[in-house]
T-cell receptor, first 114, second 114 residues
Framework: AQSVAQPEDQVNVAEGNPLTVKCTYS??????LFWYVQYPNRGLQFLLK??????LVKGSYGFEAEFNKSQTSFHLKKPSALVSDSALYFC????????????FGSGTRLLVRP | DAGITQSPRHKVTETGTPVTLRCHQT?????MYWYRQDPGHGLRLIHY???????DKGEVSDGYSVSRSKTEDFLLTLESATSSQTSVYFC?????????????FGPGTRLTVT
């Protein structure tokens, strides 16, 4: 069965510092991986995806993610964090049936302090 | 929120009462989904639909039913609400983007069962 894991419940970083939010996956076959962000009292917003091709994927708001097949990881990164990046981040993998449904990790809360 | 509306946005109800949540989309997308979000669990799929009158169960479908009589509307019904169904409910659609599908989410419905 497809699954993703987000090992950190919360990540704390100072504004201006680089940030990393971790995600590992377990799939049979090639993974389709996604990152979503949720701001308070809002729905989830799509950030970026990996389907195939370059291992470094660039997305919205200056975020990028690195796909690493040997480590089965898809970590979200940003070179310089902003206080406004504080939110809940979800990693997801597409399930391998015809429904295009996603399987989500438990989420990581990112707190960027001024 | 990708043309997705959910109603109501907030609801408080008593144990044992029926509740129906509505998801409405404006762009005739085929795939629609209902998720629930709970702390520590991320988002879990309740039911999904791949067309009018075509629905299937997700990971946590017990106690829930759905209906889709029109492309634009996907209804989630709790036949007899329980306190364990207190949660935030999100509707989503799948939208094709070049070589893959991406999910877009509605603003959510916060349901409290007392």
């Amino acid at each position: 069965a497809q699954s993703v894991a987000q090992p950190e419940d919360q990540v704390n970083v100072a504004e201006g510092n680089p940030l990393t939010v971790k995600c590992t996956y377990s799939v049979s076959g090639n993974p389709y991986l996604f990152w979503y962000v949720q701001y308070p009292n809002r729905g989830l917003q799509f950030l970026l995806k990996y389907i195939t091709g370059d291992n470094l994927v660039k997305g919205s708001y200056g975020f990028e993610a690195e796909f690493n097949k040997s480590q089965t990881s898809f970590h979200l990164k940003k070179p310089s964090a902003l206080v406004s990046d504080s939110a809940l981040y979800f990693c997801a993998v597409r399930d391998w049936d015809s429904s295009y449904k996603l399987i989500f990790g438990s989420g990581t809360r990112l707190l960027v302090r001024p | 929120d990708a043309g997705i509306t959910q109603s109501p946005r907030h609801k408080v109800t008593e144990t044992g009462t029926p509740v129906t949540l509505r998801c409405h989309q404006t762009e005739n997308h085929r795939y629609m989904y209902w998720y629930r979000q709970d702390p520590g669990h991320g988002l879990r799929l309740i039911h999904y639909s791949y067309g009018v009158k075509d629905t299937d169960k997700g990971e946590v479908s017990d106690g829930y039913s759905v209906s889709r009589s029109k492309t634009e509307d996907f209804l989630l019904t709790l036949e007899s609400a329980t306190s364990s169904q207190t949660s935030v409910y999100f509707c989503a659609i799948s939208v094709r983007d070049r070589d893959s599908y991406e999910q877009y989410f509605g603003p959510g419905t916060r349901l409290t069962v007392t």
